[in-house]
């Protein structure tokens, strides 16, 4: 019987792992894995345009399927471009393997071509980072998988020594799997019932970690039985419904210092999987007492934040726990609350003298399914989307916001069609982003993925532009182009639909809804809305 070799060997561990699609750009060392790929059922190979594309779908595979999104670049600027995408894994939380081409040992430190040490160059943007070897390369790649799953996910890279693939794959081994959280310690719950019994103004605010754990059921309940208002932090959006009667508003975004006025009269903060790797507390907590309800203990700057109580366990069963024992409610004035949160999103309702951002957001909710998928990139316009679009529910607007990389939007959403093919998926970039990564628009097409690309045409980088004005520079290096649009009426075989106003926008996202394969629907917006609601401040 012939021997299983190392590329067989590798695929089927990946697939046993759940992994679906490996997306990347091919090298002659991973001719033998596409070719096991090939002839794997349950498992495919995903062309990308660029690396950097490959690994956001990747990423945004790892939050959407259950398994380690995948994805795999060559040596030297393959692994480099590979890179972006796998930070983006990383403080974005989402699960991934790595894979990219390594020099054979003998060569590992000499002098050549597109050599560098991929190894150093992974340490700092993976949670660890390994080497394939022949006789257990099946426990290498389900520890990299049980690694990148735990607590908290992100990417594990493994570096293909080139030659190794045809080899005879050694005996299979198993590893352990991944731990469910153990529950957090009596003495720790004992210490948080006694600061949510002495707090009058308790505040909720939900993170990355509370969507992992699935707990909007029970941070609602105590929020409920706390009588507490509830913040989010961007990533968790669509954990608590926007008009929920707890619900505050969402940290960072627009008109950030109007849900300021809220969360600065709190005694007392709950972070119900709060991560900082979304917004420090530093910067935007007031000086009041801490209770973190997480699986890892806390970030923070215990000088300036002395009062902190580390609940560190299963999230769920933390909620459950304090819920039980007794919680009461506190002295908030919910009335004004609501209606601070009522003025707060009518200041994002459209400007009726132009066609603006707030508008073709509003128009884009009114024509999209409730149950479908929404990314978004890096610009002015995820301040508006993280503040204003109504999510019902997690994983139905995505958006990178712990690495908050540019380029994100395209790649997120055919991989989010990818892992659910059955819900409609739309994509919101700006014009500046959609310059990073609209090679990627070719892979739609060529797999004739039903996505609506709306790309807010503004040839502005509104962002900096605001900043720069707020500091009374002139705007220097921002406009993307003078006038104009993103080109013609197709681009990489995608049709262009162009809207200059609310009426035309409407219809032809209309259009666009009832029609196969990938389009695009250019907006062609006024950026100086944003001047008003976003980058506000956060600590009062």
């Given at each position: ?184 310690a009596a003495e720790a719950l004992a210490e948080a019932a006694e600061r949510l019994a002495a707090a009058s103004k308790p505040l909720l605010v939900l993170g990355l970690g509370a969507v992992r754990a699935g707990v909007a059921a029970q941070a609602i309940a105590l ?170 529910a997690p994983g139905k607007q995505l958006m990178t916001n712990g690495w908050s990389a540019m380029g994100f939007a395209i790649p997120a959403a055919i991989a989010a069609k990818l892992c659910r093919p059955e819900l409609p998926v739309c994509s919101v970039i700006g ?110």
């Open positions: 019987m012939t021997a299983k070799t190392v590329a067989f060997e590798v695929v089927e561990a990946l697939r046993d792992l759940g992994v679906k699609h490996v997306f990347g750009v091919p090298s002659g060392g991973w001719v033998d894995y596409m070719e096991a790929l090939r002839q794997t059922d349950g498992i495919e190979f995903v062309l990308a345009t660029h690396e950097g594309g490959a690994a956001f779908m990747a990423d945004v595979c790892g939050r959407l399927s259950g398994a380690p999104g995948v994805c795999f670049g060559t040596f030297g600027p393959g692994a480099t471009n590979l890179s972006t995408g796998i930070g983006s894994a990383l403080l974005d939380r989402s699960p991934m393997i790595a894979l990219t081409d390594e020099m054979p040992e003998p060569m590992r430190h000499r002098v050549t071509q597109m050599g560098i040490d991929h190894q150093a160059l992974m340490a700092p943007v993976t949670k660890a980072t390994t080497r394939l070897s022949a006789d257990n390369a099946r426990k290498i790649v389900m520890d990299a998988g049980r690694l990148a799953m735990s607590e908290r996910p992100g990417p594990v890279h493994i570096g293909l020594p080139v030659g190794l693939s045809a080899q005879a794959a050694g005996p299979s081994a198993e590893p352990d799997t991944i731990p469910a959280p153990a529950q957090a929020a409920e039985a706390l009588q507490a208002p509830i913040v989010l932090n961007p990533m968790a959006k669509g954990m608590v419904a926007e008009d929920h009667p707890l619900y505050a508003g969402v940290l960072f975004h627009a008109l950030s210092d109007v849900v300021a006025e809220t969360y600065s009269q709190a005694d007392l903060v709950i972070g119900v999987g709060y991560d900082p790797v979304e917004f420090n507390y530093e910067q935007w907590m007031p000086a009041a007492a801490l209770l973190n309800l997480d699986t890892v203990a806390v970030d923070i700057d215990r000088a300036q934040y002395p009062e902190v109580t580390d609940v560190v366990g299963d999230i769920a069963h933390s909620l459950q726990a304090l819920t039980g024992a007794g919680a009461s409610p506190g002295n908030w004035d919910l009335d004004a609350m609501r209606a601070r949160r009522s003025a707060m999103f009518a200041r994002m309702s459209p400007d009726s003298t132009t066609f603006g951002p707030c508008a073709a957001l509003d128009v884009l909710r009114e024509v999209w399914p409730q149950e479908g998928i929404m990314t978004c990139d890096v610009g002015a316009h995820i301040h508006l989307i993280g503040q204003k679009w109504p999510t019902p014009d500046g982003g959609f310059l990073m990564t609209c090679g990627e628009l070719a892979v739609a097409v060529r797999l004739n993925l039903k996505i609506v690309f709306v790309v807010f045409t503004d040839n502005d980088l509104a962002l900096i532009r605001i900043k720069q004005e707020k500091k009374d520079n002139p705007i220097y290096g921002t406009p993307i182009r003078e006038a104009g649009t993103i080109g013609g009426d197709n681009l990489f075989g995608v049709p262009v639909l162009k809207a200059e106003d609310p009426e035309s926008y409407r219809n032809a996202l209309q259009q666009a809804v009832g029609m196969d394969g990938p389009v695009i629907v250019e907006a062609i917006i006024d950026s100086r809305e944003y001047d008003g609601l976003v980058l506000r401040k956060n600590k009062l």
